[in-house]
């Protein structure tokens, strides 16, 4: 009785922990504006055969995140907050990058200069949070893989 107690837990264990696994979040950077906002970039790719939506962001480390889309028209350059979150498609990804998504960040610590690294953590529908350390940056850093 107790090797199936143990064989069901255990099956229980890795049931809950891979709902988490099939979001992975990677390449992320927070730019710094002198002025106390700035924005996070980052990448996410979804391994389910499930969409997800990346709903909220939050930081005790900001005021406010939103998560936005820069849309250009006649020349025009915008922010639209994504109110609903943004979806990211079953066995695909989304790239939040500059002039497209990211998450807005507003009131950010005066305390934090260039090269600290801020905490946020990204809800999602379906899958579990992820909380992250971006590092504060300027330009957008690269990455040899």
């Known amino acids: 009785m107790k090797k199936q107690s143990f064989l069901l837990m255990l099956i229980a264990m890795l049931t809950l922990s891979s709902a988490h696994a099939h979001i992975e979040v990677s390449n992320y950077w927070a730019r710094l504006v ?3 906002m700035g924005a996070l970039y980052l990448e996410i790719k979804n391994s389910h055969t499930e ?3 990346l709903i909220r962001a939050s930081s005790p480390n900001a005021k406010s995140l939103m998560i936005h889309e820069t849309q250009r028209k006649d020349n025009i350059t915008s922010m639209k907050h994504r109110m609903k979150g943004i979806d990211i498609p079953a066995n695909g990804g989304l790239s ?3 002039g497209s998504y990211h998450i807005m960040i507003a009131g950010l610590d005066k305390n934090l200069k260039l090269g600290d690294k801020i905490e946020v953590s990204l809800e999602f529908k379906k899958s579990e949070k992820i909380t992250l350390q971006p590092i504060l940056k300027i330009k ?3 990455y040899t893989q």
Do not use: A, I
Request: a neutral charge.
């Open 96 to 98: 939040l990058k500059p």
């Open 34 to 36: 002198p002025n106390g």
């Open 51 to 53: 969409p997800d939506v």
């Open 140 to 142: 957008p850093p690269t």
